[in-house]
């Protein structure tokens, strides 16, 4: 019944080759978005206010225009400003800019949970405001929205998937032209479904062994 | 008024609002090396906007700020954070670094604001709790530590900056009655090492023990100030005695709110 050369020489090599371009976009994607969403967090929390205004703005646009319409925007629109992205490099700068407005959401609210308290004795001890961001407010948030950022990475990593539409040859993109030649679109399905599942579970696990790795006894019961 | 080295710490007309409320009406004092000033009066006199008012965590509208005859540049970023090193703070609420062990709350103002190097100042952070008597809690996190000895862990961060003088604000408010004695035992220490503080507090009998001068804060005023002697004496008829009777008066609740 199951068709095992079908999956060894046709669909395996390509899913994993689609794998490899899944990956190049989602690790640089969830890293950097997370720096990019502390960066973008602590300028709506703590700048000046044309900073939060723009900031502000940023996201709202981010997060209510779906991703896929910006990823449209990205390859097919920015050309006719004179900016011009390959497939990888247009899918790689949209999930960037999405998942880091919405890290941002996460990070700005971790950012406002921090006693004032400290914020004071920091700067009672001589620290710029800078400094007292990054070594006081910083590293306390980033531990209080470990959990949700990782939710917003599991959701990266699955909506990574539609980096197909503009032409980015990863997973998905694979899995269609595989099932669209064959017409076995179950086969392939499932087995791209159970592809995700597995980079979802990984994800999962690296993720809690973080929030292990910093956890500090006591830090986040108040 | 000379601005001789003797004076550390000169407040002068010190003002300050919230909107339309007055908070603070020309605050003056000047504080020798060496000395203790405490700050007594009701909740809501002042003397909590008085103390952070001095370091600028709450900015005074108006008045001038002398640090050993040199006046400080509130505009000036760097001037004040400069200013704030050498002017300790202790708060009611500790104030610790929630995500940093006793000895990193202690080491990480010499890090990152005087530059040392991590080994030097892990040093320096051990004999500061050592000082307070905390050596064997350097590792532990703040909750992990009792009020006590959060507060001493906030004493030793503030004397491992070398302080000129250091303000405190009630530090033993808020905590248990049974751990007020460790802290206080602390500053006693501080006193009679000669450090220069200002203190508020209601406390009286550790003010009475200290005090070079008690400040009586009412109203954003002060209105009475003079040694403890002077001020606590039976029959004097000030204020601060009249106070301090009342304080007395409600028996177990006195000298902790």
């Known amino acids: 019944m199951i068709d095992t050369a079908f999956f060894s020489l046709e669909l395996l090599p390509?899913?994993?080759?689609?794998?490899?371009?899944?990956?190049?976009?989602?690790?640089?994607?969830?890293?950097?978005?997370?720096?990019?969403?502390?960066?973008?967090?602590?300028?709506?929390?703590?700048?000046?206010?044309?900073?939060?205004?723009?900031?502000?703005?940023?996201?709202?646009?981010?997060?209510?225009?779906?991703?896929?319409?910006?990823?449209?925007?990205?390859?097919?629109?920015?050309?006719?400003?004179g900016i011009y992205f390959e497939p990888y490099g247009?899918?790689?700068?949209?999930?960037?800019?999405?998942?880091?407005?919405?890290?941002?959401?996460?990070?700005?609210?971790?950012?406002?949970?921090?006693?004032?308290?400290?914020?004071?004795?920091?700067?009672?001890?001589?620290?710029?405001?800078?400094?007292?961001?990054?070594?006081?407010?910083?590293?306390?948030?980033?531990?209080?929205?470990l959990p949700s950022c990782g939710n917003e990475i599991v959701y990266l990593i699955k909506y990574?998937?539609?980096?197909?539409?503009?032409?980015?040859?990863?997973?998905?993109?694979?899995?269609?032209?595989?099932?669209?030649?064959?017409?076995?679109f179950t086969e392939v399905f499932l087995a791209v479904g159970l592809y995700y599942l597995a980079m979802v579970t990984v994800a999962s696990w690296i993720l809690n062994r973080l929030e292990e790795h910093y956890r500090i006894p006591g830090f986040g019961n108040h | 008024?000379?601005?001789?080295?003797?004076?550390?710490?000169?407040?002068?007309?010190?003002?300050?609002?919230?909107?339309?409320?007055?908070i603070l009406t020309d605050c003056s004092m000047d504080v020798k090396r060496g000395e203790m000033k405490v700050l007594i009066g009701p909740s809501g006199a002042g003397k909590s906007t008085f103390l952070h008012s001095i370091n600028c965590l709450v900015p005074p509208d108006s008045g001038d700020i002398l640090l050993e005859g040199r006046p400080l540049d509130r505009s000036n970023k760097k001037a004040l954070c400069a200013f704030r090193m050498q002017?300790?703070?202790?708060?009611?609420?500790?104030?610790?670094f929630d995500h940093l062990s006793a000895r990193e709350n202690v080491a990480i103002a010499l890090r990152k604001v005087r530059g040392m190097g991590r080994d030097a100042a892990a040093h320096r952070a051990d004999e500061e709790l050592a000082r307070v008597g905390l050596a064997r809690q350097a590792a532990l996190y703040p909750?992990?530590?009792?009020?006590?000895?959060?507060?001493r862990?906030?004493?030793?961060?503030?004397?491992?900056?070398?302080?000129?003088?250091?303000?405190?604000?009630?530090?033993?408010?808020?905590?248990?009655?049974?751990?007020?004695?460790?802290?206080?035992?602390?500053i006693r220490d501080l006193a009679a090492d000669g450090m220069t503080m200002i203190m508020a507090t209601?406390?009286?009998?550790?003010?009475?023990?200290?005090?070079?001068?008690?400040?009586?804060?009412?109203?954003?005023?002060?209105?009475?100030?003079?040694?403890?002697?002077?001020?606590?004496?039976?029959?004097?008829?000030?204020?601060?005695?009249?106070?301090c009777t009342r304080l007395l008066d409600m028996g177990a609740q006195a000298g902790h709110d």
Not at chain 1, 55 to 73: D, I, S
Not at chain 1, 109 to 137: D, E, K, M, N, P
Not at chain 2, 2 to 22: P, Q
């Open chain 1, 14 to 81: 390509a899913l994993n080759r689609g794998l490899l371009v899944s990956l190049a976009l989602i690790i640089p994607a969830s890293v950097i978005g997370f720096g990019g969403g502390i960066a973008l967090g602590c300028a709506r929390a703590f700048g000046p206010s044309w900073l939060r205004r723009l900031g502000n703005a940023y996201t709202a646009l981010l997060r209510g225009v779906p991703l896929a319409v910006q990823l449209m925007m990205t390859y097919y629109a920015l050309p006719k400003l």
């Open chain 1, 90 to 145: 247009a899918a790689l700068t949209s999930f960037i800019l999405c998942t880091s407005a919405y890290q941002s959401e996460y990070v700005r609210g971790a950012l406002l949970s921090i006693r004032q308290g400290q914020i004071r004795a920091a700067q009672a001890l001589g620290f710029t405001t800078f400094q007292t961001i990054l070594w006081i407010v910083v590293p306390q948030a980033a531990r209080r929205a």
């Open chain 1, 160 to 184: 990574s998937s539609l980096a197909y539409l503009v032409t980015c040859m990863e997973l998905m993109g694979e899995a269609k032209v595989v099932a669209s030649d064959t017409f076995r």
């Open chain 2, 1 to 22: 008024m000379t601005s001789g080295i003797e004076i550390v710490l000169s407040v002068r007309n010190i003002c300050k609002s919230f909107g339309a409320k007055r």
């Open chain 2, 87 to 96: 002017v300790g703070m202790i708060f009611q609420d500790f104030n610790l």
């Open chain 2, 143 to 151: 909750a992990q530590l009792s009020g006590g000895q959060k507060q």
């Open chain 2, 153 to 186: 862990v906030a004493i030793a961060r503030a004397l491992a900056m070398d302080p000129k003088v250091i303000l405190l604000d009630e530090p033993t408010s808020a905590l248990d009655p049974e751990l007020v004695g460790e802290v206080l035992s602390v």
């Open chain 2, 202 to 243: 209601h406390q009286m009998d550790f003010a009475r023990a200290l005090a070079s001068e008690i400040l009586f804060m009412e109203k954003g005023r002060i209105i009475e100030r003079g040694t403890p002697e002077a001020l606590l004496a039976d029959g004097s008829g000030t204020r601060t005695r009249d106070f």
